[in-house]
């Protein structure tokens, strides 16, 4: 792999701010290291799993390569110097505790055999098990997007509640962009960033559609 000094950006970077969201479609790589230090991060990586996606009962999904593999240290690395904390989902695949830090384990009752019942990530802070129980099975009875990854914006409130103090967030894997839903919802500062071009429409039009949400209700 390249250091990040002889990185190539792949494509052109596209960058839109949305109230108080900024968000870039870029590879995480290329703007890490020189965006600001956040307070929190909140992420789901690919985990590294490769992906066939139950999209609905016996559907089978579109193949994705960006899940071949789970990021580099590199990115873990970064992710720690730029934020005070981080909740990193996936933590079971890529390792990522930290020292100082427990986890939060989300029971989604999956009825399917082959797919996790639940998934870790690892907290940098409060050394304990926390659980939370939400209903999710990526059919298309809770899927509100057609990202294949997609979870639910209730999840990610919750991990900004959870976190032990306040300021902006950081998702730099956005995919449908529930961390910057959420983070729009709850009146937070957010960065995020994510690499493809469908999912980075998809999070503009979702964190837009979550302020006007938001306008409604404290108009
Ligand atoms: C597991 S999904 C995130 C799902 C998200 N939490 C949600 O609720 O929709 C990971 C996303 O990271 C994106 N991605 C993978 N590698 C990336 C990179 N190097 N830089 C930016 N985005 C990347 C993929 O395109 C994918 O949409």
Known sequence: MLLSSQRMFRFDMRKEIIEDCTVYLADCMDVLPSIDPVYAVITDPPFGVGNFIQTAGNIRGEAV???DSAPPKEVFDLLKSKSDHRIIWGANYFNCFEEKGGAIIWIKNQPM???SKAEIASCSFYKKTEIINITWTNFSNTKVTSHPCERPVSLYQ???NYLPGSG???????GSGSVGVACALMRKS???IEMEEKYFDMCCSRIEAAYKQNDLFYD
């Open 65 to 67: 390569s960006w899940n």
């Open 113 to 115: 055999p082959n797919f």
């Open 158 to 160: 919750f991990c900004i």
């Open 168 to 174: 902006s967030i950081l998702d730099p894997f956005m």
């Open 190 to 192: 957010f960065i995020g």
